[in-house]
Nanobody
Framework: QVQLVESGGGLVQAGGSLGLSCAAS????????MAWFRQAPGKEREFVVG????????YYADSVKGRFTISRDNAKNTVYLQMNRLKPEDTAVYCC???????????????????WGQGTQVTVSS
């Protein structure tokens, strides 16, 4: 069982920046593909970005490409999401996810998630 705990959400003005963290309880964190998803009120959950085990490969949704950056520190069992130039439409609950699977390219967006975090609220005001 892997527990994922997100932190760093909050309220920010449009154009601002926010950083999220997701700490994993597992000592085998480096054996998981990690990703961030988000869900806005009244909308379906959507994929944001994924990163492979070593951190050498990433895949971004078009809506965040060039503004968001995912990274991971396997020594700290943590994955990060740096969000810049935030827009009101980025408002959502952001959840990190862990998968035992291997993915490349757009397959990240369809990953089989084994563990979910509880989510952290990000609100971007206009």
């Amino acid at each position: 069982q892997v527990q994922l705990v997100e932190s760093g959400g909050g309220l920010v003005q449009a154009g601002g920046s926010l950083g999220l963290s997701c700490a994993a309880s597992s000592r085998t964190f480096s054996s998981y593909t990690m990703a961030w998803f988000r869900q806005a009120p009244g909308k379906e959950r959507e994929f944001v970005v994924g990163i492979n085990r070593s951190g050498s490969s990433t895949y971004y949704a078009d809506s965040v490409k060039g503004r968001f950056t995912i990274s991971r520190d396997n020594a700290k069992n943590t994955v990060y999401l740096q969000m810049n130039r935030l827009k009101p439409e980025d408002t959502a609950v952001y959840c990190c996810a862990a998968s035992r699977g291997y993915y490349s390219g757009s397959y990240y967006s369809r990953m089989d998630v084994d563990y979910w975090g509880q989510g952290t609220q990000v609100t971007v005001s206009s």
